[in-house]
């Protein structure tokens, strides 16, 4: 490969992402590859500070602040982390990136999607993730992991979710080649392999 990949991982909360972000990363480690893991809020040092804010204040938030603060963090994680490493020719995962802001502030919160994906071209000056995997799930079993100790933003209900869901089914119509919807109720090996299969069809397309 030239250069490194960017991969992202997306979904509702509660929807396996992170195991199945620690499986890929220990297969690409076994597979010679050097993984780089960030995530969106809070990256680094800045980012943890907005994460921070974003999830645990717990006056009214503006949506249109709520998304400008998930949108500095990326600006953030994509120039401090992402443009940096994969440069070095690394492969970095990001546990959410530009679709949570379409998914949650477009769709979720009622904002012009359009304006938050232009906003979101700002934030990554153009960026795009190589692949990205959108774990769906739906809202009950999702709100059922996520469990009694909810955050700001899991704090949202029920129709919120059921939004956020549809827009992140709506974002991988719209890009096919990039999204790739797995259902994430299946049993954590299956949904690895398919990560997997779906990784090494980007690999053959690089080679
Ligand atoms: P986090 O604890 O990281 O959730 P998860 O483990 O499910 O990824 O919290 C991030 C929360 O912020 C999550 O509810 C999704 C939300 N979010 C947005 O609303 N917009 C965004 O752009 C991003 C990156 C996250």
């Known amino acids: 490969m030239k250069k490194g990949l960017f991969i992202t991982f997306e979904g509702a909360d509660g929807c396996g992402k992170t195991t199945q972000i620690k499986l890929l990363q220990e297969y690409l480690q076994r597979r010679g590859y050097e993984v780089v893991l960030t995530r969106e809020p809070g990256c680094e040092g800045l980012g943890q500070k907005i994460r921070d804010l ?13 998304s400008f603060l998930f949108l500095a963090d990326r600006a953030q994680n994509v120039d401090i982390i992402v443009k940096r490493n994969i440069d070095l020719g ?3 995962i990001s546990d959410r ?5 379409l ?23 153009g960026l795009k993730p190589d692949l990205t995997y959108v774990f769906d799930i739906d809202v009950e ?29 709506k974002i991988a119509t719209k890009e096919p080649d990039r999204v ?28």
Request: aromatic share 8%.
């Open 54 to 66: 974003l999830l645990n204040y717990d006056g009214e938030v503006s949506p249109v602040c709520e």
């Open 90 to 92: 690394k492969i970095v």
């Open 97 to 101: 990136h530009t679709d949570s802001s």
């Open 103 to 125: 998914a949650y502030q477009g769709y979720g919160r009622n904002l012009d999607v359009d304006r938050i994906d232009m906003l979101n071209n700002i934030a990554t000056s």
């Open 141 to 169: 079993t999702s709100m059922q992991r996520v469990g009694k100790e909810k955050d700001r933003m899991e704090s949202a209900g029920k129709k919120f979710f059921e939004r956020v869901r549809q827009g992140y089914l």
């Open 180 to 207: 790739k919807v797995i259902n994430a109720i299946d049993s954590i090996d299956n949904i690895h392999k398919q990560v997997v299969e779906l990784f090494v069809e980007l690999e053959e397309k690089f080679s």
